[in-house]
């Protein structure tokens, strides 16, 4: 038998770094809005004869086997992936391999993205009773043990449901509502925002710490930017409802200048440079995705420019990604 599953990774709007727990507490709720993209995981389930478990990753060639799933080891390349096969016992044997299409350190949430990958596919193997939102507890707690630092959750969301997403995390839990639009309305938004890879990969981890501890010892402009970055988002959210492009530039600009206060290496000379070049160009706006530090970066190009910023881009150096938006999340297939 084999199961087959995919999700999205994410693009982040506004609001990254409000989904880390327990920072969107102490600001009195958080709002990320971020939209699945087709790029995205894989990961491919083959059930064996035996309890053994043989882990492969086809990005960095990095395999891993055991005699059964608790004998794991923790620690190594693989860790993240063997923590989940771990934490969700399957009942047999399993060759499991796994794919990105992006590498990790794109600031698109591909190890989230692989963890909601993973764990959906081990529940329909399992035929386990748990939800989404069980999905998403867990998936926050492993990937925290992986990484060492706070995790923030709103990658799962993007990865689990697709689409664009404003995500609130309250007191009483998380609350996703999907922002709808029209068709025409999603081409344009898909030919107007350029993705693109700076070329400098990086560990979000690190600069989310160092986020989380500035904020904490109150160092800086940290507050005060992460106030104004919840501000924005609200004006993301209300632009991308109303359809409002020049709107969406000036609040996309907002959060840029705001993310680089919250803490040092959120941003980089290289991505500096390649911003001025696509605003010369045309471009609107521009952010680094996730936490910055390096990775991808989204480009709010101007009515007309699409071509004009995306051939800057690549000119100074980034590699201009496709992608659209995706039409839904975790897919998961079975066969014999």
Known sequence: MTI?????????LAGGTLDLFPLYLWEQGGLTVNMGISLGSHVRLETREDAAIHIRSQDTGAEQSAPTPQELELGGPLDLVARIIRFYQPRQGLSVTTHNDVPCGSGLGASSSLLIALSGALRQLNHAHI????????????ECQNVGVPVGKQDYYAALYGGINAIYFEVEGDRVEQIGMNEAFRQKLERRLILSFTGEPRFSGATNWSMFRAYVDDEGNTRRSLRRIKDTAFRVRDAIEAQDFEALGAALAEEWENRKQLAQGVSTEQIEKLMRTASEAGALASKACGAGGGGCMITLAGTGREQAVSQALEAGGAQVLAYRIARQGLEVVRGD
């Open 4 to 12: 087959e599953a995919r999700t999205p990774f994410r693009i982040d």
């Open 131 to 142: 939800s989404d939102t069980q999905l998403i507890s867990y998936g926050a707690n492993l």
